[in-house]
Each structure stands twice: as C-alpha cells, then as structure tokens.
C-alpha cells in the first residue's frame, strides 16, 4: 500500500536518507528503528508527505505522493494519515475534546458532529474526564492518548507515530502503546513507528533497522538482523530494500 523507492535527502552537509527503500502492506505494524540521527524521522516525514525527499518515489496505492504540490500533499494528509508526535503537539488553547475535533472540523465535518465523535474516541481510549481540561492540565500519558484519539478520529488508512512515548514513563508509555496497537489492529489501520526503544518495536509485526541513512537490517519482531544487511541490500551508502 505505502511504497519509498531509493530515497534521498540531506539537510545541509548532513545525509539523512541515503538511497533508503521499503514496502509497507495495508494493516502492518512497522517500526523504524536505529541511533539517533540515523535517519528514522526524516523516513517518516517523507512516507507522510510532511517534506519531499530530493530523489526518489513515495507512492501510496501506487499514486505518486511526492510529486503532489503542498495543498494535494495536505489534503492527502488530511483524509487518509493521522500523526502522533512525541510531544502530543496539542493545541494549548483548545480542550482535549476539542483538539480531538480539530481534524475532524478541518475536512468540513459539522461542529457538533465533529465533537460527538471526538468525545467517543476519548471514552474509546478511556480519557472522557479529561474531555473538556486543556492540555496544560493533563499528565503526559494523557495528553498522548489525546493525541492518538486525535490521530485515528478521522479515520485513517495510516497512522505515523514519531517516538509516541519517548516524554513518558515506562507504565504511561505501556499503556498508550496497548491502546495505539490495540486500536490499529482492530480497525486493520496501518502504523508506522519511529522508535528507539526496543519494548516499543517489539510490539510490530516487522522491523526495519537504519543506520547512516541507510537500511541495515529488516526483520519480523524477534528475529531481527540489525546490524547485518537485508536480503538483496548492498554495502551502507546503496541502495536498499525492505
């Protein structure tokens, strides 16, 4: 469903994706993993269609979204991507529920429909008391399941979710991971993490490991080859697939 084929892109003198590719299936649970800077976020970015790789194709049911102009990619983003940061990434002024709305009210649904299902994905991941307090109020592993409430109200084929519990405690990122997945799986969402932390890729269905921008290893949770080359993957600076 989700494809990047050869991407590159650099910030300045630094490569952050050096030639990286994979195949992402409709359903699947994917983590990213590797080092901090070995290019997992910016992989992220371009799958979502948050910036555009300087080489390269993401397609997703095999319709180009990198060559899409900003108003198309934040329409596609709009309707069939939902996105949970590490931080929430709340609006500060707005109340839980509403926040949950936003997207909601963004692709021209009613106010008091858009709210109406705002407050059943809040029950739905067991945060309705914490409907109507703003963000300020809320402990950090309720403000991400805000996050993920808001992530999936729309709908969503995809979901990226960008170090989801990398701000919380282990029981607080336990339980939002629980919900996350839980969630995903029921809906056959597919979701794609960003992660560094091994408890949390060990919740996916497959892995796929970078290092220096490129892909180091893939495999399905529990059997994983970080560190040793994909099958078909050449030397670190290549092409790869996944």
């Known amino acids: 469903m989700l494809e990047a084929r050869a991407l590159r892109k650099a910030f300045g003198r630094t490569t952050a994706l050096d030639g990286v590719s994979a195949e992402i299936g409709e359903g699947e649970i994917i983590a990213i993993t590797g080092p901090s800077g070995s290019g997992k976020s910016t992989l992220l970015?371009?799958?979502a269609g948050i910036i555009r790789p300087e080489a390269g194709e993401?397609?997703?049911d095999g319709r180009r979204v990198d060559t899409l102009d900003e108003d198309d990619r934040t329409r596609l983003r709009r309707e069939n991507f939902g996105i949970v940061f590490q931080f929430g990434q709340l609006v500060p002024e707005l109340s839980a529920v509403?926040?949950?709305?936003?997207?909601?009210?963004f692709n021209r649904h009613g106010r008091r429909e858009s709210l109406r299902t705002a407050r059943s994905w809040l029950e739905r991941l067991d945060t309705a008391d914490?409907?109507?307090?703003?963000p300020g109020e809320l402990s950090g592993g309720q403000l991400q399941r805000v996050a993920?409430?808001?992530?999936l109200a729309v709908g969503p084929r995809v979901v990226f979710a960008d170090e989801p519990t990398g701000a919380l405690d282990s029981l607080a990122g336990e339980q939002v991971m629980d919900t996350?997945?839980?969630t995903a799986r029921e809906s056959r969402t597919t979701l794609v993490i960003v992660t560094h932390d091994n408890r949390v890729a060990a919740y996916a269905d497959r892995e796929i490991v970078l290092r220096d921008?490129?892909?180091?290893g893939a495999s399905t949770v529990g059997t994983s080859t970080a560190g040793a080359p994909a099958a078909g993957a050449p030397a670190a600076g290549g092409e790869a697939t996944t």
């Open 45 to 47: 970015h371009c799958l």
């Open 58 to 60: 993401v397609r997703l």
């Open 98 to 105: 509403e926040n949950v709305a936003l997207p909601l009210l």
């Open 130 to 134: 914490c409907a109507d307090h703003l």
């Open 148 to 151: 993920v409430a808001r992530a």
């Open 180 to 182: 996350l997945v839980g």
């Open 213 to 216: 921008g490129t892909v180091a």
